[in-house]
């Protein structure tokens, strides 16, 4: 496994892959990776013969008041667990070389990026939808993996691609949790031991409203209700949004009729978590 932070060399090993016939996998990451990562690096590998794993804490699709700094960074470590995983190389650049002068050009996918996360982070999406521009057009691969606890991300990146005419594919991967259910993500590593508890609830959250719609619940107001009660519970957790919303268009749905994504994000303390899952009564 080979580590570079120059897009030439990027350049260089994927030219070389292609002519060897290599189907090519790219996992963009920030790094700090875990098991939600190496399940989508697995994906990769499964699928490619050649997998890119990129780490970048990309700044612009952070908010000024958000955690850029604070954002664990550990290259050793991410760096064993992608040689373990059979990566073949990691793509690890600085600013500079992502952002080489300020940036004048940007993705920006519309509709989809108002709602949900994007009503409390604006510009967010439109930093990770100009960053994986720049990575798909540096790693040029055939798939691309991303996990499905970033639902929305997910959504927008599909439609930035189909709308751009990128030749690639997205595969959306399941959401990996702990043992006890809650997601996987790097920003676990902020919680303290009490704020890990009060984490929990937004798993508990996602589960009552599953054993509702298994029951019966049909309303999104009723679901909505009852997931903020548990919310509600713990006074360390300050709600952002629960939302009932289709999986193409990511409008509020009133009443579920088929398929829906049921979607939380939280604050357990100063750490902003997200969660969702996704009902289908058609396959009850
Ligand atoms: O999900 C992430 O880690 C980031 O948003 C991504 C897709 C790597 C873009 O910076």
């Given at each position: 496994m080979e580590i570079t932070g120059k897009i030439a060399t990027v350049r260089k090993r994927i030219e070389q892959a292609r002519r060897d016939g290599?189907?090519?996998?790219?996992?963009?990451t920030m790094g700090a990776l875990h098991a939600g990562h190496t399940s989508l690096i697995?994906?990769?590998?499964?699928a490619c013969?050649?997998?890119v794993v990129s780490i970048f804490v990309n700044p612009t699709q952070f908010g000024p008041n958000e955690d850029l700094d604070e954002y664990p960074r550990d290259i050793e470590v991410d760096s064993r667990l992608c040689a373990k995983g059979g990566v073949e190389l990691i793509f690890v650049p600085d600013v500079d070389e992502m952002y080489p002068s300020p940036n004048m050009?940007?993705?920006?996918?519309?509709?989809?990026?108002t709602g949900l996360c994007g009503r409390n982070r604006p510009g967010h999406f439109r930093g990770v939808t100009t960053v994986c521009n720049k990575l798909f057009n540096i790693v040029r691969p055939d798939i691309a993996f991303f996990g499905q606890k970033d639902a929305q991300q997910a959504i927008v990146i599909?439609?930035?691609?189909?709308?751009?005419?990128?030749p690639l594919e997205i595969e959306i991967c399941p959401t990996v949790r702990e043992k006890d259910g809650l997601a996987m993500s790097s920003r676990n590593r902020y919680l303290d031991d009490q704020q890990r508890k009060d984490a929990l609830l937004l798993y508990k959250a996602l589960t009552r409203a599953r054993q509702m719609v298994q029951q019966g619940a049909r309303s999104s107001r009723e679901i909505i209700a009852a997931m903020n009660e548990i919310l509600q519970s713990a006074a360390g957790v300050a709600v952002e949004y629960v939302s009932v919303v289709d999986p193409?268009?990511?409008?509020?749905l009133d009443t579920i009729?088929?398929?829906a994504i049921i979607a939380v994000a939280a604050r357990v303390k100063t750490t902003r978590l997200i969660d969702n899952i996704i009902v289908d009564l058609n396959k009850q």
């Open positions: 290599k189907r090519i996998g790219l996992v963009p697995d994906a990769a590998v499964q013969d050649y997998v050009t940007w993705v920006n996918v519309e509709e989809l990026t599909k439609r930035m691609v189909a709308d751009t005419n990128l193409e268009t990511l409008s509020e009729t088929e398929r």
